[in-house]
């Protein structure tokens, strides 16, 4: 080869030929992106498929069925704490400080803190009674 000619080639715009072919290459990338559109469409029938036989399996709701939502399973997040330790400091305070019935056909009542520690102090508690002595 004349030292022309290799100048000729040397200096071209290009690129190498020999060792890859660009056209191979990109059918090659365009058939696996169609096969991975491919893959994706059927397993989006499979889903749909599959979601409809669950569905169709499924017994159907109560008429009278309460639609009510459902609530996650314990334990349950507050979303609130403060709010609910002040509201069950209130209700304490309202019993602890209050009159009221435990049992009524017991004659079981609840008296507040305060008059049950005065009633104590008075009549002093209940002691067992000695035995052999």
Not at 37 to 57: D, T
Not at 95 to 105: E, H, K, T
């Amino acid at each position: 080869m004349s030292a022309e000619a290799h100048s000729k080639n040397h200096n071209a715009a290009g690129h190498e030929t020999r060792d890859v072919a660009p056209r191979p290459v990109a059918l090659f990338g365009l058939a696996l992106g169609g096969l991975v559109v491919f893959a994706m469409l059927v397993m989006w029938g499979v889903f749909y498929f599959l979601q409809a036989r669950y569905e169709a399996s499924q017994p159907p709701p109560r008429p009278l069925a309460e639609t009510l939502p459902s609530l996650p399973p314990e334990p349950r997040l507050q979303p609130n704490p403060g709010i609910d330790l002040k509201q069950l400091r209130r209700t304490e305070d309202g019993r602890l400080n209050s009159y009221g019935w435990v049992d009524r056909s017991a004659g079981v009542a609840h008296i507040p803190v305060d008059r049950a520690m005065e009633i104590v102090a008075q009549k002093g508690l209940p002691a067992r009674k000695e035995v052999g002595k």
